[in-house]
Structures are given as structure tokens and as C-alpha cells.
């Protein structure tokens, strides 16, 4: 394997790495959202403005909408 071939696995591998931790990010804000709903702590308005602080980060981590891609 090429030094080439090789630096572009470890750029792939790190991207792929980040992109995992940035989709976790976001699935841990919004199942926490619902939790603290299900448990009573926050209020419905509440739980609309936590899902799209959570759809802000996705946004703001560059991950893509499925729903807008399909859409376009």
C-alpha cells in the first residue's frame, strides 16, 4: 500500500470518526429531550425548543437532513 493510499485511510477513518461523534452528539441531545419530557420535567414548549437546539447542532456539526435531500 502507497504512503498516499495510507494517509487517506487515516483521513477517511478520522472522518468517519468525527462524523459518528457529532451524529451521537445529536441522538444524546434529543433522546435526553424525551426523557426529561417522559419524566414530566419539561413541558411541551420546552421539549419543541430542546428538539430544535438539537436540530441546530445537527446543522451547525454539517450533518445532512435525509428529508431535505430527498425533497430537492
Known amino acids: 500500500m502507497s504512503k498516499t493510499t495510507e494517509d487517506m485511510s487515516r483521513?477517511?477513518?478520522l472522518t468517519m470518526h468525527f462524523?459518528?461523534?457529532?451524529?451521537k452528539t445529536v441522538c444524546r441531545m434529543f433522546l435526553d429531550a424525551c426523557r426529561r419530557y417522559?419524566?414530566?420535567r419539561i413541558d411541551?414548549?420546552?421539549m419543541?425548543?430542546?428538539c430544535m437546539l438539537a436540530a441546530d447542532e445537527a446543522e451547525n456539526l454539517g450533518l445532512?437532513?435525509?428529508l431535505k435531500e430527498w425533497d430537492s
Open 44 to 46: 411541551q414548549s420546552q
Open 19 to 23: 462524523d459518528l461523534h457529532d451524529s
Open 48 to 50: 419543541v425548543q430542546a
Open 38 to 40: 417522559d419524566q414530566g
Open 11 to 13: 483521513v477517511e477513518m
Open 64 to 66: 445532512r437532513d435525509p
